[in-house]
């Protein structure tokens, strides 16, 4: 199943608008929704918003977050997504931030960790995805996208 081609069937049948934010998929989880012909009347906007500024100017992102929990965690992918509904209005907001490597991570956030919200106005969810850290970041990021795609549709269907 081609999730980005059932989502779009789905978001046209419900009459839903989406956007997404990205960081560490880079556009990635854009450019596969966007692979679908017709997309651009379910897409607002999409945004990668790879550094801390932009998850901060673009969507609101507290700085006491990124100071805390840092970029990667639950607490900043839920304020990116719902930075982005505020900043769009879109029914579905879906955010991705994660460690994508293969340097950077640490014990408590290893290499192939990843976070990704979705936000609508009235329900939200969460998920934590951890990959084998030692997939090549390419691989990785379309790992994460492919996981995230299927949560949108598990999420809108």
Known sequence: MKYEEEIGKILIKKNLKISVTESCTGGLLSSRLTDVSGSSSYITLNLVTYANEAKQKMLGVNSRT????????????YEMAEGLFNLTGADICVSTTGIAGPTGGSIDKPVGLMYSTIYAKNKHQTY???????????????????????NIYEFIK
């Not at 997939?135 to 379309?142: A, T």
């Open 66 to 77: 990124l100071i805390n929990f840092g970029a990667v965690s639950e607490e900043c992918a």
């Open 128 to 150: 934590k995805i951890l990959l084998d850290s030692k997939i090549p970041r390419i691989e990785m990021k379309k790992e994460f996208v492919q996981r995230v795609l299927k």
